[in-house]
């Protein structure tokens, strides 16, 4: 088992400022990159760094491709809290990254065929160089909740009440999350050359804590990434995991 990389940093916007460095300098020294991708709150900011690195002409998206990681089972295409929209708002609509190049998981589809879709999308790019985490307070990668087998590849995942809990703040007051949504499995991300796992404020320090500081368990999904040889864990001192 490997430890991680670990950069500490005072604010959240430290930590943003120095993904996105690390994002760019992947993409200059192979422009033809294909970037993992991830939503949520703590990804906000790093997409604004990018796009500043990007407006300022110090990064091109224009030979990459991305994969975002996730997407919610059952809302409407044009709904303002799917992934595909925060996507568009926060990072796609302000970068030179090709249209057809950015793709998400397709969940307004057979859904059995989408996932092998989304597998088969990924290794004909020749898999994933970087891929971008975020972690649940339950350490949840991605969708993959405790108990994911590690080994599993993108699948329809069922969220659980704390995970849907912690998202129903990006939906319109009344609306709740959807309880279903197409992930990439943790074998798939495990097969990123490449991993960076960001962690922002007190209530992820548990989760942190468990993934990397503790045994392997299929109760911390996050874990998983013990076995992987390239992970980079950016976080801000309140996260930061302390045993
Ligand atoms: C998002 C994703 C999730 C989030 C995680 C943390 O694409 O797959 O695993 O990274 O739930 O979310 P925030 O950043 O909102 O705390």
């Known amino acids: 088992m490997t430890k991680p990389d670990f950069r500490i940093f005072d604010t959240a916007d430290a930590v943003a400022a120095a993904v996105a460095k690390?994002?760019?300098?992947?993409?200059?020294a192979k422009p033809q990159s294909t970037l993992g991708l991830a939503t949520g709150?703590?990804?906000?900011?790093?997409?604004?760094?990018?796009?500043?690195?990007?407006?300022?002409?110090?990064?091109?998206?224009?030979?990459?491709?991305?994969?975002?990681?996730?997407?919610?089972?059952?809302?409407?295409?044009n709904h303002p809290a799917s992934f595909r929209a925060y996507m568009h708002e926060h990072f796609f609509a302000h970068v030179d990254l090709p249209r057809g190049a950015a793709q998400l998981p397709q969940t307004d589809r057979d859904l059995q065929s989408a996932c092998v879709?989304?597998?088969?999308?990924?290794?004909?790019?020749?898999?994933?160089?970087?891929?971008?985490?975020?972690?649940?307070?339950?350490?949840?990668?991605?969708?993959?909740?405790?108990?994911?087998?590690?080994?599993?590849?993108?699948?329809?995942?069922?969220l659980t009440?704390?995970?849907?809990?912690?998202?129903?703040?990006?939906?319109?007051?009344?609306?709740?999350?959807?309880?279903?949504?197409?992930?990439?499995?943790?074998g798939t991300i495990l097969e990123a050359r490449e991993i960076v796992l960001v962690a922002i404020g007190p209530n992820k320090a548990q989760a942190l804590l468990e993934a990397f500081e503790r045994p392997q368990s299929s109760q911390n999904p996050?874990?998983?990434?013990?076995?992987?040889?390239?992970?980079?864990?950016?976080?801000?001192q309140a996260a930061r995991p302390s045993s």
């Open 161 to 186: 009440e704390s995970t849907i809990a912690a998202n129903t703040s990006d939906f319109p007051p009344g609306e709740r999350p959807p309880g279903r949504a197409i992930t990439m499995g943790i």
């Open 222 to 236: 996050a874990s998983a990434l013990q076995s992987h040889l390239r992970v980079t864990v950016y976080c801000d």
């Open 117 to 158: 879709a989304y597998e088969h999308a990924i290794a004909d790019r020749c898999g994933i160089d970087l891929q971008l985490l975020g972690i649940g307070q339950n350490g949840h990668i991605g969708f993959n909740e405790p108990g994911s087998p590690f080994d599993s590849r993108t699948h329809v995942a069922t």
């Open 41 to 77: 709150k703590t990804f906000v900011p790093i997409y604004r760094e990018l796009v500043q690195l990007h407006q300022q002409g110090l990064v091109s998206f224009a030979d990459a491709a991305s994969f975002n990681l996730d997407e919610y089972v059952g809302l409407p295409a």
């Open 22 to 28: 690390h994002v760019a300098s992947v993409i200059k």
